[in-house]
């Protein structure tokens, strides 16, 4: 009998479970085709810069050895058999109006930069000629005077992390369809995230949002524990675990109460996973064989977790996403050829 945190999809029939699969394009072995009408007028991504580990978030393992479980618990969720990570107490109670992919995966060198390339602009590459970013190829058609494609705080800094693109690039599309930076910032992660639907309600298309501007020198994700630029450790990812937690949930609630979820999709998602066993100094190190992200909003199924990974959290074993799946997922709902 499968664990409970393995379960393919929760509170849905293996019928609809089908339905599901076949409603965000991921049966056969084709890649997501856009198809039909567009159904989003705008989307928020938020970029969890660093690369969570899936396994102290949206995929514990509680029945795994110490090394891969982590140093965090699993809860049960308003989705019988499913759990996440303690660190989301509050989404756990709204995880049937979310969707969760647990299969999330590219074949790319690890790196920062090639995850977040091939999310945000369909694919990767290292030479110079690089593709637009999802939010240019919308940064023309804002309404009501507003830019259509806007960042907060900032586009994520050059500064050696990334080799040419951190797929925040207008690419070839130029200038004028670069993303605008918006004018209200604050350090505090939800009222970022609250900024970011109040530019969508007044007219912006694509709000990118990201969670750090760099993963050196201070405390992101990327938890290798290496004592020096890279410095945070797994038990260290707690507190932003806890602040994503309070954030997201409150961004979810404003958009379903201000009817901006029917039209608005949101994503949330890291660039990689990290590695399955903890390294010798409490870290975890970079992963993009499987990790997790959630989306939610517009017609998008609630309430459904797409995916599985193996015991150990590191491979997916049905239903496996490549990063761009899920950009032209997304891509498809807003109408982006």
């Excluded at 499968?2 to 293996?14: D, G, Q, Y």
């Amino acid at each position: 009998m499968a664990h409970p945190e393995n379960l393919t999809c929760a509170s849905v029939s293996r019928r609809g479970f089908v339905g599901t699969l076949a409603a965000l394009g991921l049966t056969g072995s084709s890649p997501i085709q856009a198809g039909g009408q567009p159904v989003a007028k705008a989307c928020i991504w938020i970029n969890l810069v660093g690369g969570p580990s899936q396994l102290d978030t949206f995929d514990p393992k509680p029945n795994a050895p110490a090394e891969v479980r982590g140093p965090f618990q699993s809860i049960s969720t308003a989705l019988p058999g499913v759990r996440l990570s303690e660190l989301f107490p509050n989404l756990a109670h709204r995880l049937n109006q979310v969707t969760l992919l647990r299969g999330l995966h590219h074949t790319n060198l690890p790196t920062h930069e090639s995850g977040w390339q091939e999310l945000q602009t369909g694919s990767y590459s290292n030479q110079s000629s690089i593709a637009p970013s999802l939010g240019a190829h919308l940064a023309t058609k804002g309404t009501n005077g507003q830019p259509g494609w806007v960042v907060t705080p900032a586009p994520i800094n050059p500064d050696g992390l990334c080799w040419h693109n951190n797929g925040q690039s207008p690419g070839h599309l130029g200038a004028t369809h670069a993303a605008v930076p918006l004018e209200y910032h604050s350090t505090d992660l939800a009222n970022r995230f609250l900024s970011a639907a109040n530019a969508v309600q007044s007219g912006a298309r694509f709000v990118t949002v990201n969670t750090a501007l760099s993963v050196f020198h201070q405390r992101t994700w990327d938890c290798h524990a290496d004592g020096g630029s890279l410095n945070t450790t797994v038990a260290q990812t707690g507190q932003l675990g806890r602040e994503l937690d309070y954030a997201l949930s409150q961004l979810l609630d404003h958009l379903k109460n201000t009817g901006l979820i029917s039209q608005t999709i949101v994503v949330a998602t890291g660039e990689m996973g990290r590695t399955p066993h903890m390294n010798g100094r409490g870290g975890r190190d970079h992963w993009a064989r499987a990790w997790t992200a959630l989306i939610a909003g517009a017609d998008l199924p609630a309430g459904a977790v797409i995916g599985r990974t193996d015991s150990l959290g590191g491979e997916p074993l049905d239903s496996p996403l490549r990063a761009s799946g899920l950009h032209a997922l997304v891509a498809s709902k807003l109408g982006i050829a």
